[in-house]
């Protein structure tokens, strides 16, 4: 007899996660999505691996992340739900041995299928699994109010939004030395956005899609909200001193590399 998966670590950190995300206010409706790479062996004593599942194609297959288990949350369902009904709200798959579909474990009730945005979710793991030696775990979206308020005003490039955020509060070159990568417009849940996201966290560890939200990951999920937090709290500072009047000043460049050698981090290149 399987346990009760609503008291799994890994599905109380979750349900807490997605909550604060929905009390940041970075999630209205169905807005944004979660993914967390799970192991089989903190999955195996909740659900039947074995039982007759829902077995659904991916867009294409992704061998790096054979034999990989994720907790996802649903398409088009409310991050203020989850906390009610996780089973409806949320759900795990495991992708097959050759990467080319995934296989419903638990969850997705009635019908219900992981994210639209389950492209860029994928495709980040991988990239970001290899950048981190198979480290990172999480990826997290949200709609983000101040960064997509900022991609109305400033140039749409990752070295302006990444010095910008620097600038704005000391400790972002601390907590985000590899930048903030920044995408065209593009249309979401679609495979070309998810694969234009995974190529800029071959580098960073957040990407902005511009008049849309932000993707962050991390090796927990406190990292990757705590990333989207920082990123997010440094955009409101700018927001507010542009309706101030703008910026007089900033942190100069000598104190940002003077805080990058003191911390240890190397900035991302090009930037300063
Ligand atoms: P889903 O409801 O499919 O997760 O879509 C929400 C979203 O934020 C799309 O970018
Ligand atoms: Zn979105």
């Known amino acids: 007899?399987?346990?009760?998966?609503l008291e799994a670590t890994f599905m109380k950190d979750f349900i807490k996660v997605t909550h604060d995300m929905w009390h940041k206010g970075w999630h209205e409706r169905n807005?944004?999505?979660?993914?967390?790479?799970?192991?089989?062996?903190?999955?195996?004593?909740?659900?039947?691996?074995?039982?007759?599942?829902?077995?659904?194609?991916?867009?294409r297959a992704i061998?790096?992340?054979?034999?990989?288990?994720f907790?996802?949350?649903?398409?088009?369902?409310?991050?203020?739900?989850?906390?009610?009904?996780?089973?409806?709200n949320l759900g795990i798959i495991e992708i097959d041995e050759m990467g080319k579909s995934y296989r419903i474990w638990w969850g997705f009730l009635d019908n219900g299928l992981p994210t639209s945005e389950?492209?860029?979710?994928?495709?980040s793991h991988a990239s970001r699994m290899k950048a981190t030696d198979g480290q990172c775990r999480v990826v997290?979206?949200?709609?983000?109010?101040?960064?997509?308020?900022?991609?109305?005003?400033l140039k749409l490039d990752t070295a302006t939004f990444t010095r910008t955020l620097w600038q704005m509060?000391?400790?972002?070159?601390?907590?985000?030395?590899?930048?903030?990568?920044?995408?065209?417009?593009?249309?979401?849940?679609?495979?070309?956005?998810?694969?234009?996201?995974?190529?800029?966290?071959k580098t960073h560890s957040l990407v902005l899609w511009p008049f849309h939200g932000l993707f962050s990951t991390g090796v927990t999920l406190d990292e990757a909200f705590g990333l989207i937090d920082t990123a997010e709290s440094a955009a409101e500072i700018m927001v507010k001193s542009l309706a101030m009047g703008g910026a007089k000043q900033t942190i100069t460049k000598s104190q940002l590399l003077a805080l990058a050698t003191t911390f240890g981090v190397t900035p991302l290149d090009g930037i300063l």
């Open 31 to 59: 807005g944004g999505n979660v993914s967390y790479r799970l192991t089989t062996e903190e999955v195996d004593k909740y659900v039947d691996t074995n039982s007759g599942s829902r077995s659904v194609e991916l867009f």
């Open 118 to 123: 389950l492209p860029a979710h994928l495709l």
């Open 140 to 153: 997290l979206h949200s709609h983000t109010t101040n960064l997509i308020a900022l991609s109305n005003v």
């Open 63 to 69: 061998p790096e992340l054979s034999c990989e288990v």
């Open 1 to 5: 007899m399987a346990k009760n998966i």
């Open 169 to 201: 509060h000391t400790e972002c070159i601390v907590v985000f030395p590899d930048g903030i990568g920044v995408l065209p417009w593009m249309m979401p849940g679609s495979d070309e956005i998810g694969e234009a996201t995974a190529e800029l966290m």
């Open 71 to 88: 907790l996802v949350t649903s398409a088009g369902k409310y991050f203020r739900n989850i906390i009610l009904d996780p089973e409806e």
